[in-house]
Structure formats: structure tokens, C-alpha cells
């Protein structure tokens, strides 16, 4: 990750960034909608829109099955991403890109396939402090289940990972590592490439939550040496109900199957037993979301066509001056002052719930997150059961920054 210097401005056409996105011209509670609440899900550009719609007009067909035209179509388009998002990711190989419905699935589907191939009783998994809810509770499941260990790696007072706990934290029956790459509730960018290093040298896997880190800032499962990398379309302009797992060939390969059903076998027998399909379809059971996967890839072109780095860049941009302006205020308490930081700023303010502020903001069309975030081992950690979040976008202005804030004064003095 390139950390933007806040004095120089990068050179994204951020109005003609907007033109592609029809929501951006809507009204909240009469006021121009501003949109901060991109780490919950991004806007959709027209792009992707018109994809969607194409697909149903022109060539909605089940794929992989058909011998008809429109199969034939639908099953190109929808295989067409799976080397967009190979591209996206800088996987080695095509068939480490499974689909599904998104993060939680995609980790869901380590838990469940190589966590319960793999794990003994009394085995380890380290899971950082700064974890989402999707990267915690499949592991606890897990663990219950198998009678596994959870050891929490610790977040620093800016909430940073403590690395020097985090060597620490290893013992002989570690056998895997859960981080994401940036956490959605602070922001914070994470190590994941030292960590992975550190996890293989320990005999530890590592699987990474990227559904943050996907949007805003070119991602190499090389490079990283992740053995598992998730990430959701919705966060990365795309539609719902899709995601991306990487896993690297060999793992995958050596994996059972987790869901069972069409697409994933080669041969079904009552008698003879069942046999299942090579990578990636081993993993893909049942109808996909085939328009949203095709819609999905657009999305990964647009992000391509304007380039991600841009994109991250701009965010930083975005994120010195909303920090500027809001460390500003009285009794402002920013969560998550790591050095490296992505587009996200958690706040409570004294003498002002979060819930209010998030309500009365939303009144002046501003819409930013309110609650946990589903990170509540982080925020009890900092002693705060809520937080208001504003995440910013490619498609965010500092306009619409300096608005924000504007508005964040006049609600404070309203809740004061
Ligand atoms: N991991 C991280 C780091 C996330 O931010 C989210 C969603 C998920 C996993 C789950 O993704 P899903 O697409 O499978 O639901 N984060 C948020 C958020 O911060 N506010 O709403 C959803």
C-alpha cells in the first residue's frame, strides 16, 4: 500500500468518476445524498448496472450445463470473470478463484472444508482483535466442535496488531492464522505479508479476510503468500451475493467438499459412490449467481480503468483531510489512529451517543454507519460499545467531506 502524502493531490477526475454512478443524484430527506458508509457497501456504477440488465435480457441461461446458445454465452461470461478476478489478485492459476456469496461464505467454506479435514483437538488458530464477526464465529464453531484453542492476537492503543504478541502467540499446535487485511471497523492495514512469512515459518496456515482491503489497494496473493484470501463484490463496486475465495492449488485440491450437490461431482452412484469435479467447480454446488459473477467481473474493469492505486490514493487523500477537519472538534475521540490506514474513520464524541449523531446526520442526507460494526471484541477492548463510521469511496469528494463535517457540528450542538 502506497500511504498518500497529504500534501499531494492525486489526479483523479472525481466528478467524472461520479457520473457513473446514478444513486450519487438522489436525494435524502431533501438534501444530496453523501455517502460514507463504503466499507458497508459500495455504490454500483452503470456499468455494472447495465451488465446485470444485459444479462437478463439477452442471455440468462443456467451454466455449465447447457449445450444451447444462451448456456453457451452465460457459461463464457461467467468463466470470464474468473480470470478478471485471477487478474484482480494476482493468482497464480484460474482455478484457485471459487465463488461465493462473499466473505462469510468464502471463510465458512475454510472453516468447514480444510479446518475440519485438518484439525485435532487442543490445535491452535490465532485470530486478531480486529477481526469482523465473519472472520471470528466460523472459527468458534469450529472450535467448539473440535475442541480447538482460539488465541486473540492484541491491537495496540491506535489499534495496530502487536506483533512482538503476535511471534509470541505461536506454540507447536498453531496451525493457522485468521487476520483480515484491513479491518472495516478502524481501518487499520495490517502486516499480512509478514505475517504470513511468520506463519510458515511456524507450520501455520494463513487465511486472510481482504473483503476491505480489495476495494482500495491492489491486492497480490503471491506476494502476501496467503494460502486463503476472501473478498465480496458489493465492497468492490460489485453486486451482492458474490465473493471470490482464493485458495492456492494444493490446498484446495487436497480439500473435501463442503456443500454437496449439482455442478460439484463427476459421477453420482447409489453403488459405486460419488466422485467430485476437479478445482474450482468442486467447491461451486448448486446454481451460482451467475449474472451477479458476470456483473462482478465489469465491476473488477471498472476498477481496472481507472486503476486501484488511483483509487487508494484518493481515499488517503480523503482521509487527511476528514481527519484534519474532525480532530478539530471539541470532544471528538477518533478509534483507530494506526500509521497505516485505509479510507475508514470510527469516532464517538462525548456527550453524544453514536446513534443519535448516525440519525440526525442521516436527517442532513448524510449516511455513515452506527454500532459495532460487527467488531465487538475490538470495541469492548477500547470500552465503547458503538462508534459512527464514515468510509470513503473512489466516487467521495472533499466537498462532500467538508459538508459532512459541517453537519457533524450542527448535530453535536443539537445532542449536547
Ligand atoms: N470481513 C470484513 C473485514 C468486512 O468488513 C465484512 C463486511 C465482512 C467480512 C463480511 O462481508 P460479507 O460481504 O460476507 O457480508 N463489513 C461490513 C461493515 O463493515 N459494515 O457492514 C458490513
Known amino acids: 500500500m502506497t500511504v498518500m502524502s497529504a500534501l499531494s493531490e492525486p489526479t483523479l477526475d472525481v466528478i467524472q468518476v461520479r457520473r457513473d454512478f446514478p444513486i450519487l443524484e438522489r436525494q435524502v430527506h431533501g438534501k444530496p445524498l453523501i455517502y460514507l458508509d463504503n466499507a458497508a457497501t459500495s455504490q454500483t456504477p452503470r456499468q455494472v448496472i447495465e451488465t446485470l440488465d444485459h444479462y437478463y435480457r439477452h442471455y440468462n441461461a443456467n451454466i455449465h450445463r447447457g449445450l444451447h446458445t444462451l448456456a453457451d454465452e452465460a457459461t463464457a461470461a461467467f468463466e470470464q470473470t474468473r480470470d478478471k478476478a485471477r487478474d484482480f489478485i494476482n493468482a497464480a492459476d484460474r482455478r484457485e478463484i471459487i465463488f461465493t456469496s462473499g466473505t462469510t461464505e468464502a471463510i465458512n467454506l475454510v472453516a468447514n472444508s ?3 479435514a485438518n484439525l485435532k483437538p487442543k490445535d491452535e488458530i ?4 480486529l477481526e469482523h464477526h465473519s472472520n471470528i464465529v466460523p472459527w468458534q464453531l469450529l472450535a467448539a466442535q473440535l475442541e480447538l484453542v482460539i488465541r486473540v492476537i492484541p491491537v495496540d492503543e491506535q489499534g495496530a496488531l502487536d506483533m512482538v504478541a503476535y511471534r509470541e502467540l505461536f506454540s507447536e499446535r498453531t496451525r493457522l492464522v485468521a487476520v483480515n487485511h484491513v479491518s472495516n471497523a478502524f481501518g487499520t492495514i495490517n502486516p499480512v505479508r509478514e ?3 511468520i506463519a510458515h515459518q511456524q507450520g501455520a496456515l494463513i487465511v486472510v479476510d481482504g473483503a476491505q482491503a480489495a476495494p482500495h489497494e491492489p ?19 460489485g453486486p451482492t451475493g458474490v465473493g471470490v475465495l482464493y485458495g492456492k ?47 462482478m467481473g465489469r465491476a473488477f474493469d471498472w476498477v481496472n480503468d481507472i486503476g486501484i492505486a488511483m483509487i487508494g490514493s484518493w ?3 480523503l482521509l487527511a483531510h476528514a481527519t484534519r477537519k474532525m480532530t478539530a472538534i471539541e470532544g471528538m475521540r477518533i478509534l483507530g489512529t494506526a500509521p497505516h490506514k485505509a479510507g475508514v474513520i470510527s469516532f464517538v464524541v462525548e456527550g453524544a451517543h453514536a446513534q443519535d449523531i448516525g440519525l440526525l446526520i442521516d436527517q442532513l442526507g448524510v449516511a455513515v454507519r452506527t454500532g459495532n460494526h460487527c467488531a465487538q471484541p475490538l470495541l469492548q477492548r477500547f470500552g465503547v460499545e458503538a462508534t459512527c463510521r464514515a468510509s470513503f469511496a473512489a466516487y467521495n469528494t472533499l466537498e462532500e467531506i467538508d459538508l459532512f463535517v459541517e453537519s457533524l457540528e450542527r448535530v453535536i450542538g443539537m445532542v449536547r
Not at 220 to 228: K, N, S, T
Open 126 to 129: 490465532l485470530i486478531s482483535q
Open 249 to 295: 492449488a494444493e490446498l484446495l485440491e487436497a480439500m473435501p467438499p463442503w456443500q454437496g450437490g449439482g455442478e460439484m461431482i463427476r459421477t453420482v452412484s447409489f453403488d459405486a459412490g460419488t466422485t467430485y469435479a476437479d478445482i474450482p467447480h468442486k467447491f461451486e454446488a448448486g446454481t451460482p449467481s451467475i449474472a451477479e459473477v458476470i456483473a
Open 114 to 116: 480444510w479446518g475440519r
Open 219 to 237: 491486492v497480490d496473493v503471491q506476494h502476501i503468500d496467503a494460502d486463503f484470501y476472501a473478498f465480496s463484490g458489493h465492497k468492490v463496486y
Open 195 to 197: 505475517m504470513a512469512t
Open 315 to 317: 481515499e488517503q487523500h
